[in-house]
């Protein structure tokens, strides 16, 4: 099976800046997309970016100019470099992963922006 670990969340202030890891270990195709996903206290997890490892990448408005994601298709791990951070940003963020028809996700790592 295909396993995530994500690394990199913790608490930061507004304006602050965090880099969230996730290195995907296991048998799967070259071809795929990996991403992050956010989930905040009682509401719908919702997509903060994802890049396909040709470089096509996607990103939520709310995070647009903010973050950045990026990959290492050597280390088969995707990073999310997250500045000018936001309360609204405080979430649980889960790595996710497609690849030969099938998706995975991460256990989840918490991000807190607060003062």
């Known amino acids: 099976q295909v396993q995530l670990v994500e690394s990199g969340g913790g608490l930061a202030q507004p304006g602050g800046s965090l880099r969230l890891s996730c290195a995907a270990s296991?048998?799967?195709?070259?071809?795929?997309?990996m991403g992050w996903y956010r989930q905040a206290p009682g509401k719908q997890r919702e997509l903060a970016a994802t890049?396909?490892?040709?470089?096509?990448?996607n990103y939520a408005d709310s995070v647009k100019g903010r973050f950045t994601i990026s990959r290492d298709n050597a280390k088969n791990t995707v990073y999310l470099q997250m500045n000018s951070l936001k309360p609204e940003d405080t979430a649980v963020y889960y790595c996710?992963?497609?690849?030969?028809?099938?998706?995975?996700w991460g256990q989840g790592t918490q991000v807190i922006v607060s003062s």
């Open positions: 996710h992963f497609i690849a030969g028809g099938r998706q995975y």
């Open positions: 890049m396909h490892t040709g470089g096509n990448t």
């Open positions: 296991g048998s799967f195709f070259t071809n795929n997309v």
